[in-house]
């Protein structure tokens, strides 16, 4: 049995130790979470409790003390972590808090050391399920504000812990072994039941800890969609500095994008580049396409009338601009942000040309981004039934007769086709958001 006894011990040293570490290395990152230090000190010192019961073949009574003290002081640090979770709680150990941890440890002391083997059960159980109690306590008023998924199943664990050690403690008064010398000498029913009980610390420290990663990585993620909003709203900006196009634009060919990328999926047309989070980067993006007319010199973009070649090749390299602007920007970024490289593919690709015929680098069919095929219709219709420098407004119908006159030419066929099903929404969006 005492083979059995330190293997488990051993292996309960490691794992916690390893929870421990892990958690120590990237103990700046959840500081952002919840300033606490209870769980790194709950782990320590449930670790140093299992290396001590695997000490405790050796010498037995000083590390049965040593572990179960450990383990006493461990199970309080858990209470105290599940306490800092309850919203509008002080962080601040009271001193009450001091004085009765004092009291116990003492009486803990005095207690253990003097009794039989026996008694040491009921004693080190005793505690133990104290601690479980208040641990089950605040957990039950922390599920009253918190839901996760976590904190249900260490309700779980815990009640079942509790379970575990009545059984023991009942296992123990009915059949009751004449031979146990030391804590861990006892009957095989007794030792699975302390074993199980072991192993429900352990399975709650491997929640705790999933329950902080996924803490962090939500913590992540929205801090990602902060930088990803703030860097996108400033580029936007930019856009719209230098830009004739009107903030009703923006609204319009974002709803003509969205809609198209929709219909294609229904279609079953390229699902697989349609994933709703590829249609929400899409959209996002969409409105960046033009981006690179802030190198376009003001003669040229606000001039009041047709360009002439000359002006023309130069307003054409806003289109390579565009792509150059957003790269740097990603590139700067702390990571690749998948929304600027959607909108690099917009911005670079939305004046290629199905049949090759496009700029900057003449791509042809699908060689040309999804993404910027979608863009190209989008902007192609804004741009015919609304007024601008060097023209008049088109009909609705005088654009969809152009557009559909361009498909398989300019535009991606089945892309036009998607249009032609979504003319009367086109139409709608086009009224709604009509330019003054």
């Not at 290395?25 to 409790?49: G, N």
């Not at 349609?274 to 396409?289: F, N």
């Not at 990571?335 to 003449?362: N, T």
């Amino acid at each position: 049995m005492d083979l059995v006894n330190q293997t488990f011990y051993f292996s309960a040293f490691i794992i916690l130790m390893g929870l421990m570490l892990g958690f120590v290395s990237h103990r700046d990152e959840y500081k952002e979470t919840q300033k606490i230090w209870y769980w790194p000190a709950s782990l320590s010192f449930l670790s140093l409790a299992a290396l001590s019961f695997f000490f405790a073949s050796w010498e037995s009574l000083f590390f049965l003390v040593l572990s179960n003290f450990l383990l006493f002081v461990g199970m309080l640090c858990l209470a105290l972590l599940f306490r800092s979770w309850r919203p509008n709680i002080s962080q601040e150990i009271s001193p009450y808090v001091w004085v009765g941890f004092t009291i116990l440890s003492i009486t803990f002391f005095i207690l253990f050391g003097y009794a039989d083997p026996v008694s040491r059960i009921y004693i080190a159980s005793a505690f133990i399920t104290g601690f479980s109690v208040w641990q089950l306590w605040e957990l039950r008023a922390v599920i009253k504000h918190n839901s996760a998924q976590q904190i249900k199943i260490l309700i779980g664990i815990i009640t079942l812990q509790i379970i575990l050690r009545a059984a023991r403690l009942i296992v123990l008064r009915e059949w009751p072994d004449e031979h146990i010398e030391y804590l861990f000498h006892e009957g095989a029913v007794g030792f699975s039941i302390r074993i199980l009980s072991s192993l429900c610390i352990i399975l709650s420290c491997m929640v705790i800890t999933h329950y902080y990663l996924d803490t962090l990585w939500k913590l992540h993620r929205s801090s990602s969609r902060a930088i990803e909003s703030g860097l996108l709203h400033s580029l936007n900006a930019l856009s719209m500095a230098r830009d004739n196009e009107t903030g009703d634009h923006i609204i319009r060919t974002k709803a003509y994008v969205q809609r198209l990328a929709e219909r294609l999926k229904s279609m079953g047309i390229y699902e697989a580049q349609l994933t709703p989070s590829d249609i929400e980067r899409m959209v996002k993006a969409a409105p960046l396409h033009d981006i690179g007319k802030v190198g376009i010199p003001d003669s040229i973009l606000r001039k009041n009338g047709p360009l002439n070649a000359e002006e023309w090749e130069v307003m054409k390299t806003h289109a390579a601009l565009g792509e150059q602007v957003l790269r740097a920007a990603n590139e700067d970024s702390d990571k690749s942000l998948k929304v600027l490289e959607m909108a690099i593919d917009i911005a670079g690709g939305h004046h290629e040309k199905w049949d090759g015929s496009g700029y900057p680098r003449g791509l042809a069919g699908e060689g040309i981004p999804l993404a910027a095929r979608i863009m190209s219709l989008a902007d192609m219709y804004d741009a015919l039934v609304n007024e601008r420098a060097y023209k008049e407004k088109w009909t609705h119908e005088a654009a969809c007769e152009e557009i559909a006159r361009h498909k398989g030419k300019i535009f991606d066929p089945a892309v036009v086709e998607a249009f032609v099903l979504e003319k009367p929404f086109f139409y709608e969006i086009a009224q709604q958001y009509a330019e003054d």
